[in-house]
């Protein structure tokens, strides 16, 4: 459909992630995510380390900024956080190389996947998809992008994240099973990345419940931080 097409209806808002030190900000068109990419992570959940690590997928207009205030959300009472490196894509394609895929990061931003995970697991054990328990209003916030022009692109340095001020999850990049090349390697092959594409690459250990008042705050060496409050339920 041609863009000079009218809507019937009023077209939703572009989401769309800040980017450091520039007045433009970045658009998102998907985001992905990469389940199981931390070894401690999948032995906390009871998984089989030997199994590869796989996708899901949230909705674009779940990006919230960093300082939002983030509403307990609704039919929840398992609700938790996961502190992940963020990857924006500037091009893509499909079945990229491994050795090629960096040519198509625009840049990098620490991110939280929250995720109910009492609807995630019921989800799970009765073979349903788990989309409701991850996929929710405001359930991708994300701190603002450093251009891989200016930071390169982060192999190594401490993830981490932080409850009301208490260190809960914590590991390193060299601890991803699968590098932020042979992750965009692998999601190509199933699906057709495009610019405005956003990875978030797995979390480390110490996920955990967050309540309403909680202060989360998160970061990776060399990429930023980010901070959200939990708020009342809506």
Known sequence: MS??????????PQAAIAVAGESGAFPVRRIWCVGRNYLEHIREMGNDTREPPFFFAKHADMVVADGATIPYPPQTKDFHHEVELVVALKSGGRDIAAADALDHVYG???????TRRDLQGAAKNKGRPWEIGKSFERSAPCGA???????????????????NGVEKQKGDL???????????????????LEAGDIILTGTPAGVGALNPGDKVECGVDGVGTLTVTIGAPE
Not at 3 to 12: L, R
Not at 145 to 162: D, E, F, N
Not at 181 to 187: F, R, S, V
């Open 3 to 12: 863009t000079a097409t009218p809507f019937v209806i009023a077209a939703p």
């Open 108 to 114: 990098y931003a620490v991110g939280i996947d929250l």
């Open 145 to 163: 992008l450093q251009p891989a022009t200016r930071i390169g692109h982060p192999s190594k340095g401490k993830i981490w994240l932080a409850v």
């Open 174 to 192: 060299t601890e991803l099973i699968w590098s932020v090349p042979e992750i965009i390697a692998k999601l190509s092959e199933q699906v057709t």
